[in-house]
């Protein structure tokens, strides 16, 4: 099969489909990273797993910032690649590699410096939570660096009509951090016991390891990466363009993120095992958003290359056939969460006074997964037309929307379930919204005639 999938010409929607699938594998072993974390460290306590919740905010915030250089440089190679200019399309890739250093290694440097401030931020309660949690900052932040990496070659790669080096290199990421994460959590065979930290290095050692193949197919690619030096000083145009088409993305992530620290710190309020509750659940919550991300990531790449191609009927099909794909998946997640909360929960925490409050939450966000769906699938859209904006104006104000209706809805007799209650009612009016807003778009774009 050839890795490079053609996405200006053939049937729309197995175009999009075979760059979708590999994408959304990738995207889904990517949370699987997570998953198996909070499996065998819901095994060692709820305490352990507050710990990781609580420093693993700090690398969900870290995803905003890399999502600049990720987000720009994949919609303007991919613009550039279906206009057929490979030049612009390499000059784009390597400056948004530029960023993403800049960007890995700042971060990186505030972690391992601010530890102790950023987990005090959260006001856990107990001693050994919170050393736990400086522990987790200092390794996977300090070293976010491959992570950024990974982030912004699957962009590229993406942008390409190349997804399958993203799901090998992932696939391998996973198997490793599967073998070492009871090997050093335990202490199996001659490795210590490491509990919470050997989570991280498990989970750092696998990035390292999807770094360097991602390095490895680069090295192999003849259309973008063939004259690229990852260590080259950015240009001032390009990273403008970068910055200009990835900024409202990564200001969205930030404040989304910054916003969810806000509700932990209320969460907190609670409990350390409610804080847990949060962390599993939306670990959980994730297979449903991350496979709509990925299925984003493909009609973004698709949106992006007809765009610079002029192609606007073929964007109205791979839209809708890309919504109909997800909203039979937003179902499917919402069927499973609200009906089968309990087993699902207890793959992840056993304890039985927590229990209770795990299956509160799935079957409260389950309500939501439908919408969440729609508007992630929708802001990857707006995005390939490099419209960045709209997506960003809906998501911060429906997101900042959580604070108010959390701390009203808390003192009621919903208790926490108001603030998972606010969770939800955001989701639905975010992709209520900005699909509303994209619909009005679509139509002016295709009826606009130069």
């Given at each position: 099969?050839?890795?490079?999938?053609?996405?200006?010409?053939?049937?729309?929607?197995?175009?999009?489909t075979r760059l979708a699938i590999p994408i959304m594998a990738t995207f889904l072993i990517q949370m699987a990273y997570n998953l198996t974390d909070m499996i065998w460290i819901g095994r060692v306590g709820s305490d352990a797993v507050a710990a990781v919740g609580a420093a693993g905010m700090y690398m969900w915030l870290s995803s905003g910032i890399s999502a600049l250089a990720k987000t720009g440089g994949q919609v303007l190679a991919g613009h550039a690649l279906g206009a057929g200019k490979y030049d612009e399309a390499e000059k784009y890739s390597a400056n948004a590699f530029g960023l993403t250093l800049i960007f890995g290694i700042l971060f990186g440097a505030v972690c391992l410096v601010f530890h102790r401030a950023l987990i005090a931020f959260f006001n856990l309660n107990g001693s050994q939570v919170i050393a736990d949690a400086e522990i987790y900052l200092m390794i996977t932040g300090g070293l976010v660096l491959f992570s950024f990496l990974n982030q912004t070659f699957t962009g590229i790669f993406t942008a390409m009509g190349n997804s399958r080096a993203a799901f090998l290199a992932t696939t391998t990421g996973l198997v490793v951090n599967i073998v070492l994460d009871p090997v050093l959590i335990f202490g199996i065979g001659p490795f210590p016991r490491l509990m919470v930290m050997g989570a991280a290095i498990a989970t750092i050692f696998?990035?390292?390891?999807?770094?360097?193949?991602?390095?490895?197919?680069?090295?192999?690619?003849?259309?973008?990466?063939?004259?690229?030096?990852?260590?080259?000083?950015?240009?001032?145009?390009?990273?403008?363009?970068?910055i200009r088409i990835g900024?409202?993305?990564?200001?969205?992530?930030?404040?989304?993120?910054?916003i969810s620290m806000i509700i932990a710190r209320i969460i907190a309020g609670y409990g350390d095992g409610a804080v847990a509750v949060q962390k599993v659940g939306s670990q959980i919550e994730s297979i449903s958003w991350m496979t709509a991300d990925g299925f984003a990531a493909a009609v973004n790449s698709f949106i992006a290359q007809n765009h610079g191609a002029g192609n606007k009927e073929r964007?109205?099909?791979?839209?809708?056939?890309?919504?109909?794909?997800?909203?039979?998946?937003?179902?499917?997640?919402?069927?499973?969460?609200?009906?089968?909360?309990?087993?699902?929960?207890?793959?992840?925490?056993?304890?039985?006074?927590?229990?209770?409050?795990?299956?509160?939450?799935?079957?409260?966000?389950g309500v939501s997964q439908l919408f969440m769906s729609v508007e992630i699938t929708t802001a990857g859209a707006f995005s390939g037309f490099g419209r960045t904006v709209p997506p960003s104006?809906?998501?911060?104000?429906?997101?900042?929307?959580?604070?108010?209706?959390?701390?009203?809805?808390?003192?009621?007799p919903l208790g926490l379930n108001g603030i998972w209650w606010s969770i939800t009612i955001?989701?639905?009016?975010?992709?209520?919204?900005?699909?509303?807003?994209?619909?009005?778009?679509?139509?002016k774009e295709m009826c606009y005639t130069d």
């Open positions: 099969m050839n890795k490079h999938v053609d996405l200006l010409h053939g049937p729309v929607l197995k175009s999009l696998a990035q390292a390891i999807v770094t360097v193949m991602f390095f490895y197919y680069a090295s192999k690619d003849t259309v973008v990466f063939k004259g690229i030096h990852i260590f080259s000083v950015p240009d001032r145009s390009h990273t403008a363009a970068i900024i409202p993305t990564s200001v969205q992530s930030i404040v989304f993120t910054g964007i109205r099909k791979g839209y809708f056939a890309a919504m109909l794909v997800v909203l039979l998946w937003g179902l499917v997640c919402t069927f499973l969460l609200m009906v089968c909360p309990v087993p699902i929960f207890r793959v992840f925490i056993t304890e039985a006074e927590i229990l209770p409050l795990g299956v509160d939450y799935l079957f409260i966000l104006v809906i998501g911060i104000l429906f997101t900042a929307m959580r604070i108010p209706l959390a701390l009203f809805l808390a003192q009621t955001s989701s639905i009016c975010k992709g209520v919204f900005l699909l509303a807003w994209f619909l009005v778009y679509l139509r």
